[in-house]
């Protein structure tokens, strides 16, 4: 039975009015289910969100939070077919980290990737790896420059491969 997964975040709830990620899961031919939250953090903003599904009928998906716009931290849950969702987990250790990207093979293995500003303009391009059994290898910097990183995509291979690919400005005067 194939399913799809479905984001949206919500504006102004109940908590202090933050914004809050909610997804809804779909069965061919069954429609979509009800929206639920994905992990909500009193006093936390959720935005920016990025879906990777594994062929384990699992999926996975990444996003920013933060706290009163200083705290920026990228997320990362996982869904799964029988239990829902699974609790999230921080995946940038400290810092400030810029929109996530998420991808997974089809064992479920899989790779976030975001940009980390220095101090306002992304200069690194970093990644955190988690094996389908739940294994963390260490966060690591792909790239660090003087250009600013405007924007990044990443694709894992059913394999396991991972490619990322991102653009970046030269930035004059810092």
């Given at each position: 039975?194939?399913?799809?997964?479905?984001?949206?975040?919500?504006?102004?709830?109940?908590?202090?009015?933050?914004?809050?990620?909610?997804?809804?899961?779909?069965?061919?031919?069954?429609?979509?289910?009800?929206?639920?939250?994905?992990?909500?953090?009193?006093?936390?903003?959720?935005?920016?969100?990025?879906?990777?599904?594994?062929?384990?009928?699992?999926?996975?998906?990444?996003?920013?939070?933060?706290?009163?716009?200083?705290?920026?931290?990228?997320?990362?849950?996982?869904?799964?077919?029988?239990?829902?969702?699974?609790?999230?987990?921080?995946?940038?250790?400290?810092?400030?980290?810029?929109?996530?990207?998420v991808s997974a093979d089809l064992a479920g293995n899989?790779?976030?990737?975001?940009?980390?500003?220095?101090?306002?303009?992304?200069?690194?391009?970093?990644?955190?790896?988690?094996?389908?059994?739940?294994?963390?290898?260490?966060?690591?910097?792909?790239?660090?420059?003087?250009a600013s990183v405007l924007a990044i995509d990443l694709?894992?291979?059913?394999?396991?491969?991972?490619?990322?690919?991102?653009?970046?400005?030269?930035?004059?005067?810092?």
């Amino acid at each position: 039975m194939a399913r799809a997964l479905r984001l949206q975040k919500r504006l102004g709830h109940a908590d202090g009015g933050q914004q809050q990620l909610l997804s809804s899961s779909h069965v061919v031919d069954a429609g979509w289910s009800a929206p639920a939250s994905v992990q909500a953090t009193p006093g936390f903003w959720q935005y920016n969100p990025s879906i990777a599904a594994a062929g384990t009928g699992v999926f996975y998906v990444a996003w920013n939070e933060n706290a009163a716009m200083v705290q920026y931290r990228a997320r990362l849950a996982r869904f799964t077919l029988d239990g829902g969702w699974e609790t999230a987990v921080t995946v940038s250790d400290g810092g400030t980290a810029g929109r996530p990207m998420v991808s997974a093979d089809l064992a479920g293995n899989v790779v976030v990737a975001w940009p980390t500003p220095y101090p306002l303009i992304a200069r690194k391009v970093i990644y955190q790896r988690r094996t389908a059994d739940a294994w963390w290898f260490p966060t690591s910097v792909i790239d660090r420059g003087d250009a600013s990183v405007l924007a990044i995509d990443l694709h894992m291979s059913p394999g396991g491969n991972a490619i990322i690919a991102w653009t970046e400005a030269p930035v004059a005067g810092f």
